[in-house]
């Protein structure tokens, strides 16, 4: 049996840091995640591959169960792997490669589009259904026990795609757009502590709290302007509303002189819209390019990884390849 399953990444195009303080945010699930492949062996050996970080084991099976010890310490993204077989009992060994075509730990969801991509693809090879929302709560649960602590963002991103609305009480709305996104993502590959950054916006907040709230209350009114511009497919109004809440980031204290290198280089070379996107300190930025998105990648990839994606409607899926 051959099987080969996708889990869509993610941006955050509106509301990041404002959504802790509980103001609306937008994420879109993009057309880069992780590929997993996987194919049944007739012995009892596992292996697991993970080419990006050049990572490959082996082992067998023991009474149908993959016996493997994590490293409390450090937390690597293959830790996600062995949480999500450990879900499952094996009736034969098989062979897994993660295929991860987007940058780790870059504010993309990269450990959510790893885990959902393998809990689908070990699901089938069990022949086990599991729908949407139990993939979802599962790499959600796998997420809190690896990291301590995980917002339902990037699982429901790579499990349902599209563009999400997460209101204030963290409910997620489907956006309704029926418009082409074209988007660049950028790396400046200086990783931000997403945790420190969190604490550090919060002590601002402190510090300020007539000026921060109504900075976070600028932010709310963005998201929610920007939930009926795409309603309405208006990509000048979507460009606009990125660019103001760039600005609104900076206030805050999460860009750095990187990320502001790349956002004015894509407006220069025509994004409609551009800002940095997840916690800030370093990662990505996300620039709209409507127009002339060619120029902007070659100008930006000069200097700076990146690639060029869309929204991912779909979220999850898997194919068998191979009875
Ligand atoms: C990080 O990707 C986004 C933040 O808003 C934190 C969070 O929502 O958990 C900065």
Redesign the pocket.
Known sequence: MKIKSFAPGKV?LF??????HKKP?IAVAINRGVTTQLESREDNIVTISVPLINYSQQYELVNKKLLFELDSQNKMITDYIYEVIDLFEFETGFDLTVNIEMYLGA?L?SSAAVTVSCIKALSVFNHIEMDKKEIAKTARNIEIKIQGA??P??TSMSTYGGIIYIDENFELERVNFDMDLPLIVSNCEISGN?GQ??ES?RQTYVKYPEIVGNIFNAMQEIAKKAKSAFENGDSELIGDLMNLNQGLLDSIG?NTVELSDMVYLSRKYGAKGSKL????GGGCIIAYCPENIEEIYEQLNKKYPTFKCEQSDNGVCAQVIEK
Not at 15 to 20: I, K, M, T, Y
């Open positions: 955050i509301g990041e840091h404002s959504v802790v945010a504010g969801g995980a917002s963002i990037d997403t950054l969190v916006v999460v996107t997840g916690s800030g």
